[in-house]
């Protein structure tokens, strides 16, 4: 069965740098493109990044854009989401997520069929 495992977040300051892991399983991960998303408390989720299959190309919200970078190393079938500069509105649980169709970059919620069970980023001081 498909299984996405998230980790590395944590609690860190303002400007400071995280770097998310998504293990994934159960399905061939090089064929998928592949998201992150977060949602904070008290509101909706967002979606934060995406990259294809093949990570010929990326894509990211403008709230992470210039501070964030997205990656995959598809012999390990590992997503990666590198955040610097982190600010308090950072602060979420954080999703990585497969698409339905493969390859389909989507800011859509309901395109994704798996989702991991998130790991928590929270920026303070």
């Known amino acids: 069965q498909v299984q996405l495992v998230e980790s590395g977040g944590g609690l860190v300051q303002p400007g400071g740098s995280l770097r998310l892991s998504c293990a994934a399983s159960?399905?061939?991960?090089?064929?998928?493109?592949m998201s992150w998303a977060r949602q904070a408390p008290g509101k909706g989720l967002e979606w934060v990044s995406a990259?294809?299959?093949?990570?010929?190309?990326?894509y990211y919200a403008d709230s992470v854009q210039g501070r964030f970078t997205i990656s995959r190393d598809n012999a390990k079938n590992t997503l990666y989401l590198q955040m610097n500069s982190l600010k308090p509105e950072d602060t979420a649980l954080y999703y990585c997520?497969?698409?339905?169709?493969?390859?389909?970059?989507?800011?859509?919620?309901?395109?994704?069929?798996?989702w991991g069970q998130g790991t928590q980023v929270t920026v303070s001081s």
């Open positions: 997520a497969k698409p339905k169709v493969r390859d389909r970059i989507s800011t859509i919620v309901h395109e994704y069929d798996y």
């Open positions: 159960g399905f061939t991960f090089s064929r998928y493109a």
């Open positions: 990259i294809y299959s093949d990570g010929s190309d990326t």
